[in-house]
């Protein structure tokens, strides 16, 4: 049998326009995916994240105190209200999780 | 009109056991959710997440290359085994992605 699990409760929010963040994740589509299910084993999935630990990890790699190669260098030019508008573009993605039997 | 998106491809294995890893993940519950969906605004969803992905961060966590005050404290008794179970078992978690309007 399967169990069907609840989608995301919406996160508190960081004041970042999802539509705009849906352009600018365009560029993110080819490891984290169109729909924010990574297509890459070592990247992310994104979908539904929560819009507040999004942001913040966008920031640490930007600052690189989070330390990655490919993601520092995407993160640079990214501003605070970039980083908040692909926040809010994630977290509106409403994710199901099916537990296996 | 919703778009509903396809679920996530299996990640190449670690070669963890996921019903090991499920009992190690109820430590894990009280901020990632008993489904892998966060409950914390601060926390990310673990749901599916590739296992290649979810085991390097663990290891990461482990040994403070990955900054998070939190995280260190619980993997740092983890052996590699643990990880890649927890890493089998989150993966093992199948979820959609819904994309809003």
């Given at each position: 049998m399967?169990?069907?699990c609840g989608a995301l409760a919406p996160a508190p929010a960081t004041g970042g326009d999802p539509s705009a963040g849906r352009r600018l994740a365009e560029a993110c589509v080819q490891c984290h995916g169109a729909n924010g299910i990574s297509v890459m084993p070592n990247a992310p999935n994104?979908?539904?994240q929560p819009e507040i630990y999004f942001a913040d990890q966008l920031r640490q790699f930007r600052s690189g105190r989070r330390a990655s190669e490919v993601m520092t260098v995407i993160a640079k030019p990214l501003s605070d209200r970039d980083i908040?508008?692909?926040a809010?573009?994630?977290a509106s993605i409403s994710i199901e999780a099916t537990l296996p039997r």
């Open positions: 399967l169990a069907l994104l979908a539904g908040d508008d692909l809010a573009w994630y």
